[in-house]
């Protein structure tokens, strides 16, 4: 099993459309829960971060963990052909016994004006 | 800005060959992270440093080494190439080991 599961999509949204982006993972010591935004030929561009369970947002980005569930989300409200992307999400363990960091295999989204 | 820079964008070797791939961070971060993308796989990591000299192994560390004399600077060598190491490289630094990272562009590397 992996550590980290995420849908690949492909995802295809008309403009304005409310993004929505899952992964579940297996491993309860994760701490940190990221999300990064990487378009083609670039490197990740990291766009939300939390720390334990919660919801936090930033702009059209919200982002929720749910530990008991072992799910994460990332939520984009009016959605923009410039939100054309992979998204990644990633999660991180951070201790004494030991450090651990894995990704999603990133869900390809498409938003069409 | 932070500013991630990784030395080449391409780059073709031969098997066998020694490569180094370069990674400087602007932003006096700890830590700085190796990571190789490939389809259907996802990022994986390398090798991370939380300090200078300091390293720790990531999830595929065979046939890779790094080496981090200065702050700044981080790099990742494949001791003999081999066809499959052929894939995308990206270098990452950041302040804390949880909050994420910042990326370079990545190193499109091909062993032929």
């Known amino acids: 099993q992996k550590e980290v599961e995420q849908d690949p999509g492909p995802l295809s949204v008309p403009e304005g459309a409310i993004v929505s982006l899952n992964c579940t993972y297996s491993n309860s010591a994760f701490q940190y829960f990221m999300w990064y935004r990487q378009y083609s030929r670039k490197g990740p561009e990291l766009l939300m971060y939390?720390?334990?369970?919660g919801n936090k947002e930033d702009g059209r980005f919200t982002a929720q963990v749910d530990k008991s569930s072992k799910y994460i989300s990332l939520f984009i409200r009016d959605s923009q052909p410039s939100d054309s992307a992979t998204y990644l999400c990633a999660m991180s363990a951070v201790g004494d016994t030991g450090n651990q960091f894995y990704f999603g295999t990133g869900t390809s989204l498409t938003v069409i004006p | 800005d932070v500013k991630v820079t990784q030395s080449s964008r391409y780059l073709v070797k031969r098997t066998g060959e020694k490569v180094f791939l370069e990674c400087v961070q602007d932003m006096d971060h700890e830590n700085m992270f190796w990571y190789r993308q490939d389809p259907g796989l996802g990022l994986r990591l390398i090798y991370f440093?939380?300090?200078?000299?300091?390293?720790e192994k990531g999830d595929i560390p065979e046939g890779y080494s790094v080496s981090r004399e200065k702050k700044e600077r981080f790099s990742l060598i494949l001791e003999s190439a081999s066809t499959n190491q052929t894939s995308m490289y990206l270098c990452?630094?950041?302040?804390?080991?949880?909050?994420?990272?910042?990326f370079g562009q990545g190193t499109r590397l091909t062993v032929v």
């Open positions: 440093s939380y300090d200078v000299k300091m390293k």
């Open positions: 990452a630094s950041s302040f804390a080991l949880g909050p994420g990272a910042f």
């Open positions: 939390t720390y334990s369970s």
